[in-house]
């Protein structure tokens, strides 16, 4: 799969992820501070990783910031793009079941390395749901972006 991968500064886990993620099997497009050149600042670190997503360049996205509510609310701005703020694996898992989530927005700041670990194996575990009342939550998000 392929994963874009932004952080708004290198601090906590920003330097874990793509290693983590490539570890797995995965390729990753960096953004934002993890890329020399790019604006590092959230709002647009999260959208380039975002519009990777949106665009077909890039399968999910895992966008980070301090708190990571930034890096989720400039991830979710991106049509297509539904960024989940996760601060423990039951939260990834249910964000990908439930609302089929796209973007793992991550907490620089809340964020071990045992629990990145924790997220991602869940995250990557989860299939959206089957449920026709959980597809119909995920169509209507969509529908409120047009």
Do not use: Y
């Amino acid at each position: 799969m392929r994963i874009a991968v932004s952080a708004d500064e290198v601090a906590g886990v920003a330097e874990l992820i793509g290693p983590e993620l490539e570890r797995r099997g995965h390729s990753v497009l960096l953004f934002g501070a993890l890329a020399p050149g790019e604006r590092a600042d959230w709002a647009w670190s999260s959208e380039a990783a975002a519009r990777a997503v949106a665009e077909g360049r890039a399968d999910q996205a895992v966008v980070a910031c301090w708190t990571g509510a930034g890096a989720s609310i400039a991830a979710t701005k991106v049509d297509g793009v539904r960024a989940a703020l996760c601060t423990d694996a039951v939260m990834a898992d249910g964000a990908r079941k439930w609302a089929d989530a796209n973007a793992l927005a991550l907490s620089l700041r809340l964020t071990s390395q045992p629990l990145l670990i924790e997220m991602l194996d869940a995250w990557f575990a989860g299939e959206p749901s089957a449920d026709p009342v959980d597809a119909a939550n995920v169509a209507h998000v969509a529908a409120i972006e047009s």
